[in-house]
């Protein structure tokens, strides 16, 4: 994990250097999408996580 925050913070570094602070914000919106689509796809999220009240997630009901 290490070596991909490295390279997440590199790509943010050259778009915010190169393309100025636009760029650096898609670059990093585009980035916690893509995050939040893997997370997804590895089945370590649930949609219906972004949905339930708080305390459910904590007592632990589906």
Same mark, same amino acid.
């Given at each position: 994990? /290490?070596?991909?925050?490295?390279?997440?913070?590199?790509?943010?570094?050259?778009?915010?250097? =190169?393309?100025? =602070?636009?760029? =650096?914000? $898609?670059?990093?919106? $585009?980035?916690?999408?893509?995050?939040?689509?893997?997370?997804? $796809?590895?089945?370590?999220?649930?949609? /219906?996580?972004? =949905?339930?009240?708080?305390?459910?997630?904590?007592?632990g009901?589906?």
């Amino acid at each position: 994990m /290490g070596v991909a925050g490295m390279i997440a913070g590199m790509a943010l570094a050259f778009a915010g250097y =190169f393309g100025g =602070f636009g760029a =650096f914000l $898609l670059v990093a919106a $585009l980035g916690a999408v893509g995050f939040v689509v893997g997370r997804f $796809l590895e089945g370590d999220m649930d949609f /219906g996580d972004f =949905f339930r009240p708080r305390d459910e997630r904590r007592r632990g009901r589906p």
